[in-house]
């Protein structure tokens, strides 16, 4: 089994940064990937970002490609996004997601921490 627990949610202006966090514990070790996701209100869920076991590998949404920035401490088990220059439509619930590895499904998610951007 596996946890995730997300935080670092909140209220932002347009223009302003957060930075999301996810804590991974359970089974997990640093073989992993790890993907954020997010939902709008009345709209599904969708693919943000990825990144990859060791970090070395970095996939974004072209809506936040140059804005957002994931990053991993396998030391800590955490993954970051740092969300700069968020925009109204940045808003949503923000979910981290587990998977083993590329081939396989993102089958443990975050319980999800809210952001919503103000214009």
């Known amino acids: 089994q596996v946890q995730l627990v997300e935080s670092g949610g909140g209220l932002a202006q347009a223009g302003d940064s957060l930075r999301l966090s996810c804590a991974v514990s359970?089974?997990?070790?640093?073989?992993?990937?790890l993907g954020w996701f997010r939902q709008a209100p009345g709209k599904e869920r969708e693919f943000v970002a990825r990144?990859?076991?060791?970090?070395?590998?970095?996939y974004y949404a072209d809506s936040v490609k140059g804005r957002f920035t994931i990053s991993r401490d396998n030391a800590q088990n955490t993954v970051y996004l740092q969300m700069n220059s968020l925009k109204p439509e940045d808003t949503g619930v923000y979910y981290c997601?587990?998977?083993?590895?590329?081939?396989?499904?993102?089958?443990?998610w975050g319980q999800g921490t809210q952001v919503t951007v103000s214009s």
């Open positions: 359970g089974r997990a070790s640093s073989s992993y990937h």
């Open positions: 997601a587990f998977r083993w590895g590329p081939s396989s499904s993102y089958d443990y």
């Open positions: 990144i990859t076991r060791n970090g070395g590998s970095t």
